[in-house]
């Protein structure tokens, strides 16, 4: 779906609703409109993703990301008078008053090696444009002070009782009238000290009081027509309805822990499972114990879990390995007959359930198939995404598993 084309066929002053997903900008709006999103992402190189050259114009419910350059680079300017609901921005602002100001908080906070188990303290100086409130929704994770002042701050994050089985993956917002996601990463060890006030970053200094150090304002609407935003995902909105290709931040629909389960119509005697490969930076499996079947339901960590009582799986991102970096869910049809592919299946769908459906996606137009990879969850600039897939080979799982560095010979 073109996002630009449907901007350019919305009539003057018109509310659009922008679809579910992810689509590459950048996005310049030269006429009255409201542009709703539907948890969309507009994402460009190089700045800015969203421009705003009319006035009347006002972006809800929006990520705006900007996946080159730095956290002050413009991701979002208004070169008149406009309004932002609810928008999250991965780089800088221009015309937005004070929130034009820098902030210098890195897009991932690593940690490094920590005491597992233990209460651990790191030290932070962060630059900030107006008011921000830190928001994170991990119980071992907390931001002293949780509310800064604008300019430059000084603030301590403990982290407590993490497990050495786990590797500490946590995301807090940075909330002013606009909202900046960060993430914490770090690796809990047995048998090493706490952590004691470790410095883990530590912003520019940059003199606040002349005018000279800040990119320059224009006039904008009053601060209350710029509303944070939390991401968190919301259990009122209808599950979305993925399509082949599309991919959506997974904080937007789902938490770190949800279930998979599989459903179709096929013929009798058909037998498909699920099977789940935990890969590294390379997308080769973490060895044998990195593919999760009916024949080892369970991973190291618990990251991920085979049920055999419905043959549906669980995923605790809270519990991933440190060197997972891409976990990919496929389905094969049980070996043993070569006829039987996926073009004898009727809708093949996958339901991401957390408290209720939040995801589905149907595995339409699949033909000599015998093997599909349906999802993958991916680690990007870290953060967990979903892409749904839906391709596959008509060889069977063997083909898969020597892709991803296991050693199966097909039968």
Known sequence: MDIKQIIANAS?????????????GPLVISKPLHLIGKNTTIWAKKSPVIEINSNGVTIENIRAELTEGGVN???VIANVLASAKDIEVLGGVRGFGAEDGFFDVPRTIELGEFAAESVNTFTLAVNVPDKTEIVCGM????FSPNVLSAGRNKLTVTVSGISAQTYLYAEALFKTKFTRRIYLTGRPKTDIPCAEKKPVYTAPERDFTHASQLPEPISSPAATDVISMTRTPDTSLPALDMKRGQRVSLSQYIGSRFDIFFTCEKPRGFEIDPYVFLLGEDEQSLGDSGLIFFGNERSENGEAVYVPADGHIEIDLAKTDFRVRRITLAYSIYAGDTQKSFSSVRTPRVSIRAGGERVSFVMDGLTSEATVVAMEFYLYKGEWKISAVGAGYKDGMAKLCNRYGI?????
Request: aromatic share 4%.
């Open 139 to 142: 119980r071992e994770v907390t």
């Open 12 to 24: 003057v002053g018109a509310s659009v609703t922008l679809p579910s997903g992810e689509f590459e």
């Open 407 to 411: 050693e199966v010979v097909d039968e």
């Open 73 to 75: 680079d413009t991701a």
